[in-house]
Protein backbone atom coordinates (compact mmCIF):
# COMPACT_ATOMS: atom_id res chain seq x y z
CA UNK A 1 0.00 0.00 0.00
CA UNK A 2 1.58 3.29 -1.02
CA UNK A 3 1.60 6.16 1.55
CA UNK A 4 1.84 9.85 1.06
CA UNK A 5 4.62 11.47 3.12
CA UNK A 6 1.84 13.87 4.76
CA UNK A 7 0.74 10.54 6.54
CA UNK A 8 3.52 10.73 8.93
CA UNK A 9 4.12 14.43 9.68
CA UNK A 10 1.82 16.81 11.60
CA UNK A 11 2.03 20.47 10.75
CA UNK A 12 1.51 24.23 12.31
CA UNK A 13 1.60 27.63 11.34
CA UNK A 14 2.22 31.02 12.39
CA UNK A 15 2.11 33.52 10.12
CA UNK A 16 5.58 36.48 10.11
CA UNK A 17 3.94 40.29 10.13
CA UNK A 18 6.13 42.78 8.30
CA UNK A 19 5.95 46.19 8.56
CA UNK A 20 3.06 47.02 6.49
CA UNK A 21 0.87 44.30 9.25
CA UNK A 22 1.19 42.01 6.26
CA UNK A 23 1.92 38.51 6.18
CA UNK A 24 5.51 38.71 4.93
CA UNK A 25 6.25 34.44 5.68
CA UNK A 26 5.13 31.97 7.30
CA UNK A 27 6.81 29.70 9.43
CA UNK A 28 5.72 26.29 9.44
CA UNK A 29 6.74 23.79 12.35
CA UNK A 30 6.81 19.91 11.13
CA UNK A 31 6.17 17.16 13.62
CA UNK A 32 7.34 13.65 12.80
CA UNK A 33 4.91 10.99 14.02
CA UNK A 34 7.12 8.17 12.51
CA UNK A 35 10.62 9.68 11.69
CA UNK A 36 11.34 6.11 9.98
CA UNK A 37 8.48 6.45 7.32
CA UNK A 38 9.20 10.07 6.47
CA UNK A 39 10.59 10.77 2.99
CA UNK A 40 12.35 13.73 3.31
CA UNK A 41 12.42 14.45 -0.65
CA UNK A 42 8.80 13.30 -1.07
CA UNK A 43 7.81 15.22 2.09
CA UNK A 44 9.99 18.69 0.51
CA UNK A 45 8.45 18.11 -2.82
CA UNK A 46 4.80 18.22 -1.35
CA UNK A 47 5.78 21.11 0.73
CA UNK A 48 6.78 23.74 -1.65
CA UNK A 49 4.90 21.97 -5.19
CA UNK A 50 1.82 23.65 -4.72
CA UNK A 51 3.15 27.22 -3.48
CA UNK A 52 2.31 29.48 -6.22
CA UNK A 53 5.59 31.86 -6.73
CA UNK A 54 4.42 34.83 -5.06
CA UNK A 55 3.03 33.60 -2.08
CA UNK A 56 5.35 34.17 0.92
CA UNK A 57 8.15 31.74 1.98
CA UNK A 58 7.99 29.65 4.58
CA UNK A 59 10.22 28.95 7.08
CA UNK A 60 10.45 25.58 8.09
CA UNK A 61 11.01 24.58 11.91
CA UNK A 62 11.25 20.62 12.12
CA UNK A 63 11.11 19.84 15.82
CA UNK A 64 13.17 16.75 16.14
CA UNK A 65 17.08 17.12 15.15
CA UNK A 66 17.13 14.20 12.83
CA UNK A 67 14.47 15.51 10.43
CA UNK A 68 16.62 19.12 10.26
CA UNK A 69 19.68 17.29 9.41
CA UNK A 70 17.72 15.25 6.75
CA UNK A 71 16.57 18.29 5.45
CA UNK A 72 20.05 20.12 5.35
CA UNK A 73 21.07 16.94 3.23
CA UNK A 74 18.51 17.69 0.74
CA UNK A 75 18.83 19.82 -2.14
CA UNK A 76 17.39 23.06 -1.22
CA UNK A 77 13.68 23.85 -2.59
CA UNK A 78 12.26 27.17 -4.01
CA UNK A 79 11.12 30.07 -1.53
CA UNK A 80 11.91 28.21 1.91
CA UNK A 81 14.18 29.28 4.74
CA UNK A 82 14.91 26.51 7.09
CA UNK A 83 15.31 27.26 10.86
CA UNK A 84 18.85 25.87 12.38
CA UNK A 85 18.78 26.01 16.68
CA UNK A 86 21.35 27.56 18.60
CA UNK A 87 22.80 24.16 19.92
CA UNK A 88 22.89 23.00 16.74
CA UNK A 89 25.48 25.98 15.17
CA UNK A 90 27.22 25.34 18.46
CA UNK A 91 28.63 22.04 17.95
CA UNK A 92 31.90 21.84 15.84
CA UNK A 93 30.57 18.53 14.20
CA UNK A 94 27.60 19.96 12.66
CA UNK A 95 30.10 22.87 11.48
CA UNK A 96 30.92 21.46 8.56
CA UNK A 97 27.24 20.33 7.42
CA UNK A 98 26.07 23.68 8.23
CA UNK A 99 28.36 25.66 5.88
CA UNK A 100 27.68 22.58 3.31
CA UNK A 101 24.59 23.26 3.34
CA UNK A 102 24.76 27.51 3.00
CA UNK A 103 27.02 26.36 0.04
CA UNK A 104 24.79 24.36 -1.32
CA UNK A 105 22.16 27.07 -1.27
CA UNK A 106 19.98 26.79 1.70
CA UNK A 107 18.99 29.54 3.24
CA UNK A 108 19.48 29.26 7.08
CA UNK A 109 17.67 30.73 10.42
CA UNK A 110 20.06 30.98 13.31
CA UNK A 111 17.11 30.46 15.90
CA UNK A 112 17.49 31.03 19.37
CA UNK A 113 17.97 34.11 22.31
CA UNK A 114 18.29 37.78 20.83
CA UNK A 115 21.23 38.36 24.06
CA UNK A 116 22.79 35.41 22.38
CA UNK A 117 22.84 35.85 18.54
CA UNK A 118 25.88 38.55 18.01
CA UNK A 119 28.55 36.03 18.20
CA UNK A 120 27.47 33.67 15.22
CA UNK A 121 27.04 37.07 13.28
CA UNK A 122 30.66 37.61 13.45
CA UNK A 123 31.21 33.90 12.02
CA UNK A 124 29.07 33.19 9.44
CA UNK A 125 28.43 36.03 7.73
CA UNK A 126 24.89 37.00 6.69
CA UNK A 127 23.35 35.14 8.93
CA UNK A 128 19.75 36.18 9.91
CA UNK A 129 17.59 34.77 12.98
CA UNK A 130 14.59 33.84 14.48
CA UNK A 131 15.16 35.86 17.70
CA UNK A 132 13.86 35.09 20.89
CA UNK A 133 13.04 38.72 22.49
CA UNK A 134 13.31 38.12 26.51
CA UNK A 135 11.34 40.43 28.22
CA UNK A 136 14.68 42.07 29.32
CA UNK A 137 15.21 42.69 25.65
CA UNK A 138 11.82 44.48 25.64
CA UNK A 139 12.61 46.49 28.13
CA UNK A 140 15.67 47.90 26.73
CA UNK A 141 14.02 48.34 22.76
CA UNK A 142 11.08 50.60 24.71
CA UNK A 143 13.82 52.55 26.75
CA UNK A 144 15.81 52.65 23.41
CA UNK A 145 12.79 54.70 21.72
CA UNK A 146 12.88 58.27 22.47
CA UNK A 147 9.40 59.42 24.38
CA UNK A 148 6.76 62.32 23.00
CA UNK A 149 7.76 65.60 24.27
CA UNK A 150 10.93 64.19 25.54
CA UNK A 151 13.75 66.45 24.34
CA UNK A 152 16.03 67.35 27.24
CA UNK A 153 19.55 65.98 27.24
CA UNK A 154 19.25 64.24 30.92
CA UNK A 155 16.38 61.84 28.95
CA UNK A 156 18.81 61.47 26.00
CA UNK A 157 21.31 60.25 28.25
CA UNK A 158 19.17 57.55 30.04
CA UNK A 159 18.05 56.46 26.56
CA UNK A 160 20.73 52.88 25.84
CA UNK A 161 20.82 51.42 22.54
CA UNK A 162 17.99 48.69 21.15
CA UNK A 163 18.66 45.48 21.02
CA UNK A 164 16.68 45.12 18.03
CA UNK A 165 18.45 44.80 14.82
CA UNK A 166 17.65 45.29 11.46
CA UNK A 167 17.04 42.32 9.06
CA UNK A 168 15.53 39.52 11.37
CA UNK A 169 12.70 37.77 12.69
CA UNK A 170 11.49 37.92 16.28
CA UNK A 171 9.32 35.50 18.36
CA UNK A 172 7.91 36.49 22.08
CA UNK A 173 6.92 40.17 21.33
CA UNK A 174 3.92 40.23 23.92
CA UNK A 175 3.53 43.70 23.54
CA UNK A 176 2.47 46.13 20.90
CA UNK A 177 5.21 48.70 21.76
CA UNK A 178 8.13 46.03 21.13
CA UNK A 179 6.25 45.36 17.76
CA UNK A 180 5.99 48.69 16.35
CA UNK A 181 9.29 49.56 17.76
CA UNK A 182 10.74 46.21 15.65
CA UNK A 183 9.04 46.79 12.42
CA UNK A 184 8.77 50.40 12.27
CA UNK A 185 12.19 51.91 13.97
CA UNK A 186 14.70 48.77 13.55
CA UNK A 187 13.83 47.63 9.58
CA UNK A 188 12.95 43.97 11.37
CA UNK A 189 12.51 41.61 8.85
CA UNK A 190 9.33 40.80 10.63
CA UNK A 191 7.58 39.44 13.57
CA UNK A 192 6.47 35.96 13.79
CA UNK A 193 2.84 35.82 15.35
CA UNK A 194 0.81 38.85 17.09
CA UNK A 195 0.58 39.99 20.53
CA UNK A 196 -2.92 39.78 20.21
CA UNK A 197 -3.91 39.26 24.30
CA UNK A 198 -2.52 42.77 25.29
CA UNK A 199 -3.94 44.52 22.09
CA UNK A 200 -7.21 43.49 23.38
CA UNK A 201 -7.05 43.88 27.00
CA UNK A 202 -5.78 47.15 26.42
CA UNK A 203 -9.32 48.35 25.97
CA UNK A 204 -11.32 45.41 27.53
CA UNK A 205 -14.91 47.54 27.46
CA UNK A 206 -14.97 48.55 24.13
CA UNK A 207 -15.70 46.15 21.10
CA UNK A 208 -13.16 46.03 18.25
CA UNK A 209 -14.35 48.49 15.69
CA UNK A 210 -14.93 47.35 11.79
CA UNK A 211 -11.86 47.84 9.55
CA UNK A 212 -11.83 50.35 7.03
CA UNK A 213 -9.35 48.59 5.06
CA UNK A 214 -11.59 45.83 4.34
CA UNK A 215 -14.58 48.48 3.59
CA UNK A 216 -12.73 50.40 1.19
CA UNK A 217 -11.66 46.87 -0.58
CA UNK A 218 -15.31 45.98 -0.77
CA UNK A 219 -16.43 49.29 -2.46
CA UNK A 220 -13.96 48.52 -4.80
CA UNK A 221 -15.50 45.42 -5.42
CA UNK A 222 -18.76 46.90 -5.60
CA UNK A 223 -17.69 49.59 -7.84
CA UNK A 224 -16.13 46.92 -10.40
CA UNK A 225 -19.00 45.08 -10.21
CA UNK A 226 -17.44 41.22 -9.39
CA UNK A 227 -19.51 38.10 -8.49
CA UNK A 228 -20.78 38.29 -5.29
CA UNK A 229 -18.87 35.31 -4.12
CA UNK A 230 -15.96 37.79 -4.57
CA UNK A 231 -17.47 40.13 -2.51
CA UNK A 232 -18.51 37.50 0.22
CA UNK A 233 -14.87 36.49 0.01
CA UNK A 234 -13.80 40.28 1.44
CA UNK A 235 -15.82 40.39 4.16
CA UNK A 236 -15.18 37.31 6.40
CA UNK A 237 -11.90 39.29 6.26
CA UNK A 238 -12.93 40.94 8.96
CA UNK A 239 -15.77 39.21 11.17
CA UNK A 240 -17.36 42.34 13.39
CA UNK A 241 -18.14 43.69 9.88
CA UNK A 242 -19.79 40.41 8.94
CA UNK A 243 -21.51 40.14 12.66
CA UNK A 244 -22.95 44.22 12.30
CA UNK A 245 -24.09 43.18 8.52
CA UNK A 246 -26.10 40.34 9.41
CA UNK A 247 -27.40 42.29 12.85
CA UNK A 248 -28.68 45.48 10.20
CA UNK A 249 -30.15 42.92 7.26
CA UNK A 250 -31.99 41.12 10.25
CA UNK A 251 -33.27 44.60 12.28
CA UNK A 252 -36.88 45.66 12.23
CA UNK A 253 -35.70 48.74 10.10
CA UNK A 254 -34.74 46.48 7.18
CA UNK A 255 -38.58 45.33 6.85
CA UNK A 256 -37.33 41.91 5.58
CA UNK A 257 -40.13 38.83 6.12
CA UNK A 258 -37.43 35.85 6.55
CA UNK A 259 -34.20 36.24 8.77
CA UNK A 260 -31.17 35.80 7.11
CA UNK A 261 -28.45 32.86 7.94
CA UNK A 262 -25.77 33.37 5.62
CA UNK A 263 -23.64 35.78 4.31
CA UNK A 264 -24.67 34.76 0.60
CA UNK A 265 -27.96 35.23 1.43
CA UNK A 266 -27.33 38.91 2.90
CA UNK A 267 -25.57 40.14 -0.33
CA UNK A 268 -28.08 38.69 -2.55
CA UNK A 269 -31.14 40.40 -0.21
CA UNK A 270 -29.19 43.68 0.09
CA UNK A 271 -27.90 44.53 -3.45
CA UNK A 272 -25.20 46.10 -4.16
CA UNK A 273 -26.59 49.43 -4.29
CA UNK A 274 -27.98 49.29 -0.51
CA UNK A 275 -24.70 47.08 0.68
CA UNK A 276 -22.53 50.53 -0.95
CA UNK A 277 -24.85 52.75 1.35
CA UNK A 278 -24.86 50.81 4.61
CA UNK A 279 -20.67 50.63 4.20
CA UNK A 280 -20.51 54.60 3.48
CA UNK A 281 -22.86 55.42 6.45
CA UNK A 282 -20.77 52.80 8.53
CA UNK A 283 -17.29 54.26 7.77
CA UNK A 284 -16.91 57.31 9.93
CA UNK A 285 -17.35 54.69 13.08
CA UNK A 286 -14.37 52.40 11.56
CA UNK A 287 -11.12 52.14 12.44
CA UNK A 288 -7.58 52.31 9.97
CA UNK A 289 -5.45 50.95 13.14
CA UNK A 290 -3.26 48.78 11.21
CA UNK A 291 -2.07 47.43 14.64
CA UNK A 292 -5.45 45.24 14.92
CA UNK A 293 -5.33 43.80 11.10
CA UNK A 294 -2.66 40.43 11.91
CA UNK A 295 -5.75 39.96 14.63
CA UNK A 296 -8.34 39.98 12.29
CA UNK A 297 -6.07 38.28 9.13
CA UNK A 298 -5.21 34.98 11.47
CA UNK A 299 -8.84 34.87 12.22
CA UNK A 300 -9.70 34.69 8.45
CA UNK A 301 -7.22 31.99 8.37
CA UNK A 302 -8.82 29.84 10.90
CA UNK A 303 -12.04 29.95 9.07
CA UNK A 304 -10.48 29.33 5.40
CA UNK A 305 -8.34 26.31 6.61
CA UNK A 306 -12.09 24.61 8.42
CA UNK A 307 -13.61 25.57 5.09
CA UNK A 308 -11.14 23.10 3.35
CA UNK A 309 -11.17 20.64 5.30
CA UNK A 310 -14.73 19.56 4.11
CA UNK A 311 -14.91 17.73 1.18
CA UNK A 312 -14.23 20.04 -2.14
CA UNK A 313 -17.57 18.40 -3.40
CA UNK A 314 -19.67 19.94 -0.27
CA UNK A 315 -22.40 22.22 -1.35
CA UNK A 316 -21.90 25.98 -1.66
CA UNK A 317 -24.11 26.09 1.80
CA UNK A 318 -22.15 23.53 4.04
CA UNK A 319 -19.20 25.43 3.16
CA UNK A 320 -20.50 28.47 4.02
CA UNK A 321 -22.03 27.51 7.38
CA UNK A 322 -18.82 25.69 8.17
CA UNK A 323 -16.49 29.11 7.55
CA UNK A 324 -19.04 31.55 8.95
CA UNK A 325 -18.62 28.78 11.97
CA UNK A 326 -14.78 29.79 11.83
CA UNK A 327 -15.46 33.61 11.48
CA UNK A 328 -17.81 34.10 14.55
CA UNK A 329 -15.41 31.39 16.88
CA UNK A 330 -13.40 34.13 18.51
CA UNK A 331 -16.83 37.02 18.35
CA UNK A 332 -16.82 37.37 22.12
CA UNK A 333 -13.14 38.17 22.24
CA UNK A 334 -13.65 41.47 19.50
CA UNK A 335 -17.27 42.27 20.89
CA UNK A 336 -16.43 42.12 24.51
CA UNK A 337 -20.28 39.92 24.76
CA UNK A 338 -20.53 36.74 25.94
CA UNK A 339 -20.46 34.38 22.49
CA UNK A 340 -23.89 32.99 23.21
CA UNK A 341 -25.51 36.30 23.64
CA UNK A 342 -23.96 37.64 20.74
CA UNK A 343 -25.58 34.64 18.50
CA UNK A 344 -28.87 35.06 20.04
CA UNK A 345 -28.70 37.79 18.30
CA UNK A 346 -28.62 36.97 14.67
CA UNK A 347 -30.44 34.13 13.48
CA UNK A 348 -27.29 31.30 12.83
CA UNK A 349 -28.60 27.65 12.23
CA UNK A 350 -28.49 26.23 15.30
CA UNK A 351 -25.61 23.99 14.28
CA UNK A 352 -23.27 27.15 14.32
CA UNK A 353 -24.71 27.85 17.82
CA UNK A 354 -24.17 24.49 18.99
CA UNK A 355 -20.75 24.23 17.82
CA UNK A 356 -19.51 27.24 19.82
CA UNK A 357 -21.72 27.62 22.19
CA UNK A 358 -22.06 24.12 23.53
CA UNK A 359 -19.39 22.66 22.29
CA UNK A 360 -21.52 20.06 20.87
CA UNK A 361 -22.35 20.62 17.11
CA UNK A 362 -21.50 19.23 13.96
CA UNK A 363 -18.59 21.53 13.33
CA UNK A 364 -16.97 21.15 16.64
CA UNK A 365 -14.44 18.82 14.89
CA UNK A 366 -13.48 21.39 12.53
CA UNK A 367 -12.86 23.82 14.99
CA UNK A 368 -10.39 21.68 16.67
CA UNK A 369 -7.95 20.80 13.89
CA UNK A 370 -8.03 24.76 12.83
CA UNK A 371 -7.47 25.46 16.12
CA UNK A 372 -4.56 23.15 16.53
CA UNK A 373 -3.20 23.92 13.43
CA UNK A 374 -2.56 27.44 14.46
CA UNK A 375 -0.94 26.81 17.26
CA UNK A 376 2.91 25.28 17.09
CA UNK A 377 2.83 24.63 20.66
CA UNK A 378 0.38 21.60 19.97
CA UNK A 379 1.86 20.20 16.91
CA UNK A 380 2.90 17.06 18.73
CA UNK A 381 -1.06 16.65 19.98
CA UNK A 382 -2.17 16.94 15.96
CA UNK A 383 -2.41 13.36 15.30
CA UNK A 384 -4.44 12.31 18.84
CA UNK A 385 -6.75 15.72 17.45
CA UNK A 386 -7.01 14.23 14.30
CA UNK A 387 -7.68 10.53 15.20
CA UNK A 388 -10.56 12.17 17.43
CA UNK A 389 -11.51 14.49 15.30
CA UNK A 390 -12.38 11.66 12.44
CA UNK A 391 -9.39 13.48 9.75
CA UNK A 392 -6.41 11.38 8.64
CA UNK A 393 -3.51 13.49 8.80
CA UNK A 394 -2.83 13.65 5.22
CA UNK A 395 -5.87 15.46 4.38
CA UNK A 396 -5.28 17.97 7.07
CA UNK A 397 -2.14 18.66 6.29
CA UNK A 398 -3.09 18.90 2.50
CA UNK A 399 -5.68 21.41 4.08
CA UNK A 400 -2.53 23.20 5.59
CA UNK A 401 -0.88 23.55 2.45
CA UNK A 402 -3.62 24.64 0.73
CA UNK A 403 -4.34 27.59 3.35
CA UNK A 404 -0.44 28.35 3.26
CA UNK A 405 -0.63 28.65 -0.91
CA UNK A 406 -3.26 31.26 -0.84
CA UNK A 407 -1.82 33.32 2.38
CA UNK A 408 -1.03 36.15 0.13
CA UNK A 409 -3.40 38.74 1.02
CA UNK A 410 -5.95 41.19 -0.96
CA UNK A 411 -4.59 44.30 -1.32
CA UNK A 412 -6.37 48.12 -2.30
CA UNK A 413 -5.22 47.44 -5.45
CA UNK A 414 -7.39 44.11 -6.29
CA UNK A 415 -9.55 46.28 -8.44
CA UNK A 416 -10.26 49.53 -10.15
CA UNK A 417 -8.94 52.32 -8.51
CA UNK A 418 -11.55 55.00 -7.53
CA UNK A 419 -11.06 58.58 -7.97
CA UNK A 420 -11.46 60.33 -4.55
CA UNK A 421 -12.52 57.55 -2.68
CA UNK A 422 -12.44 59.55 0.79
CA UNK A 423 -15.32 61.68 -0.72
CA UNK A 424 -17.48 59.21 -2.10
CA UNK A 425 -16.83 57.42 1.87
CA UNK A 426 -17.33 60.67 4.25
Avoid at 66 to 72: F, N
Avoid at 112 to 128: D, H, N, V
Avoid at 229 to 257: E, I, K, T
Avoid at 266 to 291: E, H, I, N, P, Q
Wanted: overall charge neutral; some cysteine.
Amino acid sequence: MLHSPLDNIALAYEPVWDKGRRICATRLTVHAVDPKKVDITQLLTFVTDGLPPDAPPLLLNPVAPALLVAMLKQAPVRNTWLEVPEFIWAKPEALELLLHARRFGHQLLWRGELSRFAPYTKKFQGLRGVLDVSAEDALLALRSAPQRGEFSAAGAAERVESPILAGHLYTGVASRAVADHALDKRQAWGVVGWPVDELLSKNERQPVPMDQRVMVQIMQALDAEVPIQQVGRLLVQDPVVVYRLLRMVNSAAFGLSHEVESIRHALMMLGYDKLRSWLRGAYGTASSDRSLHPMRHAMLMRSRLMRLLLDPNSDEELKGEVQLTGVFSQLDRLMREPLAELLHQLPVPGRIFSTLVRRDGPYVAYLDVANAAADPARVADMPAICERSGFAMEEVNTAILELLATAREPTDQSFAPVADRSKRLA
